[in-house]
């Protein structure tokens, strides 16, 4: 299927921050195989076109270990049959799987006169936030991208930009299996727990779609827009 066959909307500026006069479209994709995903992404910032807008893309990756730029494959310990693939966003080795919601920002952030410090700020506030919401008390290390329950990590930053424009994004773990997280060294810290929302609060078969329509507000109010 190609992007415009799944369910997307498009929101408008809630206000006239500087910086945010253009609208937003937000896709949601579902189950998907990673490197697809990736590749058309990438596509996207490597080829500026003035009429494409700034998206967010809400979904879920089939089983792999990705490894950023800068990453060790030492902290893979034990792959398994997962698959593991080299990408260019920053950070280290993480797992993508179902049951864990990935939100990929593709955002000109020359046009939004945002850094990257603005953005990695804005993406974790937005995931503090949404877990707020659940009654989940999470916080933000300096050192560390990310955040995290009571010391454990719920939730990874990787970003890259390309000619003014941010790809790649965050995942946060909602409902999954967590055992691959001990097949790594997360984010290459060894014994780094990892926790996810489903251990925090009462589950339901709605979760996923519940978190997911909450960190698509958090995010658009982080970003100026109108939540929906």
Not at 123 to 137: A, R, T, W
């Amino acid at each position: 299927m190609r992007l415009n066959d799944y369910r997307w909307i498009e929101v408008e500026p809630s206000s006239n921050k500087e910086g945010c006069e253009q609208s937003l479209i937000i896709r949601r994709l579902g189950l998907q195989d990673y490197e697809p995903i990736w590749k058309s992404m990438r596509y996207i910032a490597e080829h500026p076109n003035d009429k494409r807008g700034d998206e967010i893309w809400l979904l879920s990756h089939k089983p792999i270990f990705t490894l950023g730029q800068a990453a060790d494959r030492k902290n893979i310990i034990d792959a398994g049959n997962i698959p593991v693939i080299d990408i260019d966003r920053g950070g280290q080795v993480t797992y993508h799987g179902p049951g864990q919601l990935v939100a990929y920002i593709l955002l000109d952030i020359r046009k939004r006169r945002m850094n990257v410090r603005d953005l990695v700020s804005a993406l974790e506030s937005s995931i503090v936030n949404s877990l707020s919401h659940f009654g989940i008390s999470a916080q933000t290390r300096p050192k560390a991208p990310g955040v995290y329950v009571n010391e454990a990590k719920i939730g990874a930053l990787g970003l890259r930009i390309k000619n003014g424009k941010s790809y790649h994004g965050l995942s946060l773990n909602v409902d999954m299996d967590l055992a691959p997280f001990s097949k790594i060294n997360p984010c290459g810290f060894e014994n780094l727990e990892v926790t996810q929302v489903s251990d925090h609060i009462e589950t339901s078969k709605f979760l996923m779609r519940d978190c997911s329509e909450i960190l698509s507000k958090k995010l658009l109010g982080e970003l100026g827009y109108d939540a929906r």
